[in-house]
């Protein structure tokens, strides 16, 4: 079955608007990466957050978790046009294998 | 530091083609990982290296893929026949050791088969 699951599948805000993604999960994890990818782009690390955290920050990106209902966020502060990109959450299970298990991705146009 | 390279970007085949897709990992990185993502769908692990070994290849579609790092440097992976499904964008990955739990990855192959 699926792990990561990310909503909304997309989003179309205008520049200087926060951006908000969600990332549903089905099982205990080590930890969350949130990743990005521009068009025609190879994915880029984000943010990782352990399962023992509950909020991670990085510049404009603001990242929590929320193991009691297995999802997270991902937050985009004061949002560019150049934030425009795919945006993919990652989990790594428990105990198992390190392979990151992606979801489909939230698709995120910031118009200028 | 270079990062993780990928050839060719893109390519077109008819069904039952033969394609081969390269990797070129981040010098050093003992871990090579293959991803595919099919339009609209989330992207899936096929198989972990580690320098020439497969440490997982779990997510291999089916017998007509073929994967290989002689050398531990460089991968190859090799679609024969190719079939429609097999269309979409094929990523690749790298990363120093497990532990560092961050993977880098390539700009991805784009496979379209007609």
């Known amino acids: 079955s699926q792990q990561g699951e990310e909503d909304p599948q997309a989003l179309s805000i205008q520049e200087g608007e926060n951006a908000t993604m969600n990332c549903s999960y089905k099982?205990?994890?080590?930890?969350l990466q949130w990743y990005r990818q521009n068009s025609g782009r190879g994915l880029v690390h984000l943010i990782l957050?352990?399962?023992?955290?509950r909020e991670k920050h990085s510049g404009r990106l603001r990242v929590t978790l929320d193991t009691s209902k297995k999802s997270s966020s991902l937050l985009i502060t004061a949002s560019r046009a150049a934030d425009t990109a795919s945006y993919f959450c990652?989990?790594?299970?428990?105990?198992?294998?390190?392979?990151?298990?992606f979801g489909r991705g939230t698709s995120l146009i910031v118009h200028p | 530091e270079a990062g993780v390279t990928q050839f060719p970007s893109h390519s077109v085949i008819e069904k039952g083609q033969t394609v081969t897709l390269r990797c070129d990992p981040i010098?050093?990185?003992?871990?090579l990982y293959w991803y595919r993502r099919v339009m609209g769908k989330e992207i899936k692990f096929l198989l972990h290296?580690?320098?020439?070994?497969?440490?997982?290849e779990s997510g291999m579609p089916n017998n007509r893929f073929l994967a290989e790092r002689t050398g531990g440097t460089y991968s190859t992976l090799k679609v024969q026949p190719a079939e429609l499904e097999d269309s979409g964008v094929y990523f690749c990955?790298?990363?120093?050791?497990?532990?560092?739990?961050?993977?880098?990855f390539g700009p991805g192959t784009r496979l379209l088969v007609l």
């Open positions: 990955a790298s990363s120093q050791d497990l532990r560092t739990e961050t993977q880098y």
């Open positions: 099982t205990s994890i080590n930890n």
């Open positions: 957050i352990r399962s023992n955290e």
């Open positions: 990652a989990t790594v299970t428990s105990g198992g294998s390190y392979i990151p298990t």
């Open positions: 010098s050093g990185h003992d871990n």
């Open positions: 290296f580690v320098k020439e070994s497969k440490q997982d």
